[in-house]
């Protein structure tokens, strides 16, 4: 439970702390429509998938997302949906893919790099996989100068540095040095303690990619009739393919 809440803290409420750019383009009210558009159909899709886990409503989920991809191209977080459906599927090399496709609309984002390096190493490529945990660190370092007030930046390069070396102790020296520059951060002392356990790097990628459980729990709803229309329907297609 606490290796789920820290890859939370990492994947949802830290980046929604990250600081805005402060060279971000003032958006045009038609740019704002394609925008709200945007993230209308992505709503639609991953709430579908929150769901369902993609059970018998894949090719919806990726078709509405590519349909939000192409409203507003601009829309980062389009990417990285569609990427967590595919690595949901473990079709690791399409997500990768798509990761690397919106990282072109905005190369500071230190999200791209460093969910690439973690779906190369699941994939077993770990050569592959340091080359963008080297990158995130960079992108964590330029950014730091620009926003030293930002706890986002040192927690991400700490997490970065102890995959690249696959050491706890170096994510932990990493997560020292941070409390004591923000000591009144909260959960802080949380993640410190976190970073000192044996598994949790290990227990971070093994949960990245594992969406079963929405599946099962998708499962569970259906009647047993249900069930056994899902389970004829899926058995034709593994026939007719």
């Known amino acids: 439970m606490r290796t789920l809440y820290f890859l939370f803290s990492l994947t949802i409420l830290f980046p929604a702390c990250q600081p805005t750019s402060r060279k971000a383009d003032v958006m045009t009210h038609e740019d704002s429509l394609r925008r709200a558009q945007a993230i209308e159909i992505k709503v639609r899709a991953m709430n579908t998938f929150y769901h369902t886990g993609g059970i018998d409503s894949l090719d919806f989920i990726l078709e509405q997302l ?6 507003d191209t601009t829309f980062t977080q389009t990417y990285k949906d569609k990427a967590m459906v595919l690595t949901s599927e473990k079709d690791f090399d399409a997500a990768i893919e798509v990761l690397k496709i919106g990282r072109r609309q905005q190369i500071s984002d230190i999200q791209f790099p460093e969910i690439v390096g973690f779906l190369y190493q699941k ?3 770990t050569i592959t996989a340091k080359k963008y945990y080297k990158e995130a660190i960079q992108i ?3 950014q730091q100068k620009l926003y030293p007030d930002s706890i986002y930046f040192p927690v991400e390069r ?4 102890g995959f690249l070396y696959n050491s706890m102790d170096s994510m932990a020296k990493e997560m020292d040095k941070i409390q004591e520059q923000f000591p009144d951060y909260p959960y802080m002392q949380m993640f410190v303690e976190m970073s000192r356990e044996k598994d949790l790097l290990q227990g971070l ?3 990245l990619a594992n969406y ?19 389970r004829k329907k899926i058995n034709r297609i593994f026939i007719n393919h």
Request: aromatic share 6%; hydrophobic share 35%; glycine share 2%.
């Open 66 to 71: 590519d349909k939000a991809i192409q409203t």
């Open 158 to 161: 700490a997490l970065m540095l």
């Open 123 to 125: 994939k077993g490529d």
């Open 140 to 142: 964590c370092a330029e």
């Open 205 to 207: 990628l093994s949960k």
């Open 212 to 230: 079963d459980f929405i599946k099962e729990e998708y499962l569970k709803s259906l009647t047993p009739e249900q069930q056994e229309l899902l």
